[in-house]
């Protein structure tokens, strides 16, 4: 494993459990000074208001074109430094149920409309958050939620996969506008920036613990949040009539512990 391998995964790795080093963290102090929000989530740069105009101006400092969450000099350094490191993580992955149907029903253009809504929607919850995002692709969005959060960033994922359910309307009378399903799962990932030598680099999460997160989304019924035992565990939900189901998941031998919570659910958690 060479040098350059080693710091570029101490550098995820202290990114994501908040133990950068002083002359990073001296950065992001100054970062945070600068109004206003929304920021990135790596060095805190800020996207709106004046210091945003001024970052723009004098560093060149914009969201990146990829990831919303990031800012393109971060974007930069991962291009620059591919790698990442393995950590713990909570995941949450929501796509929109049915969305073949969905698409033949609404036609290519109305689809577009909604799938573009989804994603303003989704993001910005993930942001108000302070969720990073992973991708936003075809029907679906995937949020992660990291120990540099804070001791609740498990709880985090499972309240952001409460909101975008009330942001997609499932609250509503009429119903939603966009039926949702979602997953949490909580554990070991790899976390970085993955590439080709072509130069084309993403930011991703990788690993078994991003895999059964999907797949926890790819069962949840519309309107439903289905929550790994472990994720539940972590997070210090109360558990009193959400009973342990559990699930047979493509690719995994075991059964899988899960919490189901639909919308009725919203309120029984704490």
């Known amino acids: 494993m060479s040098y350059k391998h ?3 995964e101490r550098f995820w790795h202290d990114w994501m459990m908040d133990a950068v080093p002083r002359a990073e ?3 992001r102090w100054i970062n945070r000074l600068i109004p206003n929000n929304p920021r990135c989530k790596l060095c805190f740069a800020p996207f709106g208001g004046l210091g945003g105009k001024l970052l723009r101006v004098v560093l060149d400092s914009r969201p990146s074109s990829l990831n919303p969450t990031l800012c393109n000099r971060c974007e930069n350094f991962g291009r620059e430094h591919p790698g990442g490191a393995e950590v713990d993580l ?3 992955f929501a796509d929109i149920r049915g969305s073949t149907r969905l698409a033949e029903r609404l036609g290519t253009t109305e689809f577009s409309r909604l799938i573009n809504r989804f994603y303003q929607a989704a993001t910005d919850v993930l942001i108000a958050k302070d969720a990073l995002i992973e991708k936003l692709i075809g029907d679906e969005v995937t949020g992660v939620f990291y120990p540099g959060m804070g001791p609740d960033y498990v709880r985090r994922a499972v309240d952001t996969a409460h909101e975008l359910l009330e942001a997609t309307g499932h609250t509503d009378s009429n119903g939603p506008w966009a039926p949702l399903g979602v997953g949490v ?10 590439g080709s030598l072509a130069g084309k680099v993403e ?8 895999n059964t997160a ?3 989304a790819s069962t949840a019924k519309q309107g439903e949040i289905v929550i790994s035992e472990a994720a539940w565990e972590i997070a210090g939900l109360q558990l009193d009539g959400i009973p342990v189901e ?4 493509k690719g995994r031998q075991e059964l899988i512990g899960v919490r189901v919570l ?3 659910d919203l309120a029984v958690v704490p």
């Open 246 to 249: 559990r699930l047979e998941l």
């Open 6 to 8: 080693l710091e570029t």
């Open 25 to 27: 963290a001296r950065k």
């Open 262 to 264: 639909r919308v009725g």
């Open 90 to 92: 909570a995941l949450l």
């Open 185 to 194: 799962h909580a554990g070991k990932a790899f976390i970085g920036m993955v």
């Open 203 to 210: 930011f991703t999460v990788l690993g078994d613990t991003a």
């Open 214 to 216: 999907a797949r926890l």
